[in-house]
């Protein structure tokens, strides 16, 4: 039986005080943005304004958001900084406030360059060291941790636009929250922060209101993936290849631009890999609101029809709370494993 329509609780802590008194009677929507491939979470809030009644936070202002229903409570869904204050209004059409939020603090030194290398080290060595000219405290996950190559480079980069190279050389998802900064690997059940993952039901008739899933897209798949490095010792180039897990294409994949090393080869092509066994399938599906909702979390479907129900890895979370809708959870899916994409009658 369909849980139906629940009464949304929200709380919005600014610098320490609760505002959730009085923003209540102003809020129109409030909203969370979560992304593996991205470097940090959003968040807004959209406030009715007349009379311009709410003080205006400032750039500097740390923000907590916590989301839930009513009788089960709620939970902190963003943390972060004021990032941009917005005022829009018009003849005969009133005014709104709009407070976004990033959970990076965009005036901190994330975005400041840095020039640097290091030789024989590990991921975790370099990522802290740079991380902490950035100010931040960072944490290497799972197997990221031990990779190791003869040379690391930041070239006149922010330690943000770093991080997000690394993501994508490694298969990794990277993310920035306060002072701490996370790099997972993707496709591992292991989330951005290392906390533990509670997996999303989705479920027609229960909790499941709209779906909009292709468990099966052709194009992105490949059986391998090959690069090319040059070997000094040798003077030759050599190639690298990796399969891609449960890739059933007969086509190899081969990347164009050639790395530095055999193990750079190695990781960049484990990367596109991972890329091409995730975007086999992707899809949405909107269920009532979700604070456990996590990227890289299992979101298990069902009740929708055969080949479609099956497990998921959610690649992006967006929480919403407004007056029509209510808490809704909006998760897009990929990574289609166990039933999914199988219709077997």
Same mark, same amino acid.
């Given at each position: ?122 991921? &975790?060595?370099? &990522? ?5 000219? &950035? ?180 690649? &992006? ?29």
């Amino acid at each position: 039986m369909f849980e139906g329509w629940r009464k949304p609780i929200y709380v919005v802590i600014i610098d320490g005080n609760d505002f959730t008194s009085r923003f209540r009677p102003l809020v129109k929507s409030i909203r969370v943005s979560k992304k593996a491939k991205q470097s940090s979470h959003t968040a807004e809030i959209l406030l009715a304004d007349p009379e311009g009644i709410i003080a205006l936070p400032t750039d500097e202002s740390k923000i907590q958001i916590h989301l839930g229903h009513e009788g089960d409570g709620a939970d902190v869904v963003f943390e972060g900084t004021v990032n941009d204050v917005n005022s829009r209004g018009g003849k005969g059409s009133g005014s709104e406030l709009t407070i976004s939020a990033n959970s990076a603090d965009q005036k901190g030194k994330i975005k400041q360059q840095i020039l640097g290398h290091k030789d024989d080290a590990t991921f &975790a060595d370099v &990522a802290r060291e740079w991380g902490g000219k &950035a100010g931040l405290g960072v944490e290497v996950l799972g197997s990221l941790a031990q990779i190791t190559r003869p040379y690391w480079i930041i070239q006149s980069e922010s330690f943000q636009a770093w991080g997000q190279r690394m993501a994508a050389e490694l298969g990794a998802t990277f993310q920035v929250i306060g002072e701490r900064a996370f790099f997972s690997p993707r496709n591992e059940g292991i989330s951005a922060t290392g906390a533990e993952l509670t997996p999303v039901i989705a479920a027609r008739f229960r909790n499941l209101k709209v779906w909009d899933i292709s468990p099966l897209i052709g194009r992105p798949q490949y059986q391998s993936v090959r690069t090319r490095y040059y070997d000094r010792e040798t003077a030759q180039w050599m190639e690298e290849t990796v399969e891609v897990r449960g890739g059933a294409a007969d086509v190899q994949l081969g990347l164009q631009t050639p790395e530095a090393d055999q193990s750079t080869a190695r990781d960049r092509a484990a990367s596109s890999a991972k890329e091409s066994e995730r975007e086999k399938g992707s899809g949405t599906v909107v269920i009532l609101g979700d604070y456990a909702a996590e990227p890289e979390a299992t979101c298990i479907v069902s009740g929708t029809r055969p080949g479609v129900d099956g497990e998921y890895t959610i690649d &992006a979370v967006d929480h919403s709370v407004t007056k029509k809708g209510g808490f809704e959870t909006t998760l897009t899916i990929k990574k289609p494993s166990g039933e999914a994409g199988k219709d077997t009658r």
